[in-house]
Nanobody
Framework: RVHLGESGGGSVQAGGSLKLSCELSRYINCDMGWFRQAPGKERELVSMISTAGIITYTDSVKGRFTISRDNTKNTLYLQMSSLKTDDTAVYYC???????????????WGQGTQVTVSS
């Protein structure tokens, strides 16, 4: 297991930017991702970066969010720009993303960080 500690959440006005960081307790060679869950909605996979460096984004954040990974610092990032009110959610860092029954999940999770975007 790996411990994940997120930081960087907060409140911002629409159009603003935030950068989330997720520090891992150790290096782990597996696909990493950011999930989010808004009130009353299901958890969704926002972005994922594979061990090969292949990156995917959910359609609603393409062109606005950028995922990156610094293996020298054991840290995963999510740069979020042009934020919208619909981006308001708790964001979770996840290690070893996998699919089960067509739904994404992960073996290890961070505690979550709140992102609130106001109009």
């Amino acid at each position: 297991r790996v411990h994940l500690g997120e930081s960087g959440g907060g409140s911002v006005q629409a159009g603003g930017s935030l950068k989330l960081s997720c520090e891992l307790s150790r290096y782990i060679n597996c696909d990493m991702g950011w999930f989010r869950q808004a009130p009353g909605k299901e958890r969704e996979l926002v972005s994922m970066i594979s061990t090969a460096g292949i990156i995917t984004y959910t359609d609603s954040v393409k062109g606005r969010f950028t995922i990156s990974r610094d293996n020298t610092k054991n840290t995963l990032y999510l740069q979020m720009s042009s934020l919208k009110t619909d981006d308001t959610a708790v964001y979770y860092c996840a290690a070893c993303v996998y699919y089960s029954g067509g739904r994404p999940s992960a073996t290890d999770w961070g505690q979550g960080t709140q992102v609130t975007v106001s109009s």
